[in-house]
Each structure stands twice: as structure tokens, then as C-alpha cells.
């Protein structure tokens, strides 16, 4: 949003729960190793990353897929980027595409003020300077993450005549 109305909006259906999912795809790929939608989550919070910076190892515990009995690896962070790099990947793709669409008099906006991350997965390490790498932009996270869409909109619709153009186009 910006002078008073909707410069460009699109979504991409693309979040937590699809780093989840490629983090079991990736297990089951690598390792042989079934997991749960709980395990890849934390997997995801505790070494998941966009960019790895360090060699820390994550015991991971699952379902072999071959003898079905419980088995044991570790992963590093090389592993979880490279599991989320196409959700990542896609993500930027998006990013791109709405830098493109967007009118040149805000760039110079975009140049100075950078992109702002909201949401669960703006929460994985070295997003920020993924996205920041491959946009040239600065990129920063929301203060609150978690909440800051919801509390905008709270926001925007108590101000519903500055708003209400925007809130009923789309």
C-alpha cells in the first residue's frame, strides 16, 4: 500500500508449513528417515536456516523407512538449507515479480527503506540476508512477526474511512 492505495498484492501460498513439508521430503530423500510434522518444525526453529553460517549438528529422530524401526542422524545446517532452498527460492521468485510490478516512483522507497519480513518464517536464520543478497534491497523482520499482520489490520480497519477504498477493492 502506498499514496493512498493498492500498489500490488499477490500471494504465493507459501510458508511454515511448506518449509515443514520439505523438510520431511528431505529426510525421507537423504536419510531414509520418516519424520512427523512436530520433528520438522523443530527442526526448522532450533537449525534450520536460509544460509548456513556454522557446523552445528541436530539429532533427528524418526521411522527408518527401510527396517521400520526407530532410528537416530544428525543434520547440520548445510542440510536444512538445502531442503528449504526451493520454498526459499520461490519466495524470492515472488519477491521479484512484485519488484517488478511495482510503480518506479516507489523504488527509490524500496532502495532506501528496504522490505519488511513478516510471519513464522521470517523467523528462520539468515532469511533476511538471503532475500537481501538476491534482492539488492535491505531486508529487515517485523519488530512482532508473529502478530504484526494481524494488529495492522486491527489497526486499518479502526480507521476505516482512510482505509476503506483498499479494504473493498480487493
Avoid at 528417515?33 to 556454522?54: F, H, V, Y
Wanted: net charge negative; hydrophobic share 35%; glycine share 8%.
Amino acid at each position: 500500500m502506498s499514496l493512498g492505495g493498492l500498489v500490488y498484492s499477490k500471494s504465493l501460498r507459501v510458508a511454515g508449513d511448506a518449509m515443514d513439508a520439505a523438510m520431511m521430503n528431505y529426510m525421507r530423500k537423504e536419510y531414509n528417515l520418516m519424520i512427523g510434522d512436530s520433528t520438522a518444525e523443530k527442526i526448522k526453529k532450533e537449525i534450520g536456516t536460509a544460509i548456513p553460517s556454522n557446523n552445528n549438528t541436530y539429532a533427528v529422530k524418526g521411522r527408518d523407512l527401510r527396517s521400520g524401526t526407530p532410528k537416530e542422524v544428525n543434520i547440520t545446517e548445510e542440510d536444512t538449507a538445502e531442503a528449504l532452498n526451493e520454498i526459499l527460492r520461490d519466495m524470492v521468485n515472488g519477491i521479484k515479480d512484485a519488484l517488478e510490478s511495482t510503480p518506479p516512483e516507489l523504488s527509490a522507497d524500496l532502495v532506501d527503506m528496504g522490505l519488511t519480513l513478516t510471519g513464522g518464517g521470517s523467523l528462520l536464520k539468515n532469511i533476511d540476508k538471503r532475500f537481501s543478497k538476491e534482492t539488492g534491497l535491505p531486508v529487515h523482520i517485523a519488530d512482532d512477526p508473529l502478530s504484526c499482520v494481524a494488529i495492522g489490520t486491527g489497526k486499518a480497519l479502526e480507521q476505516e474511512q482512510t482505509f476503506s477504498t483498499m479494504l473493498t477493492e480487493y
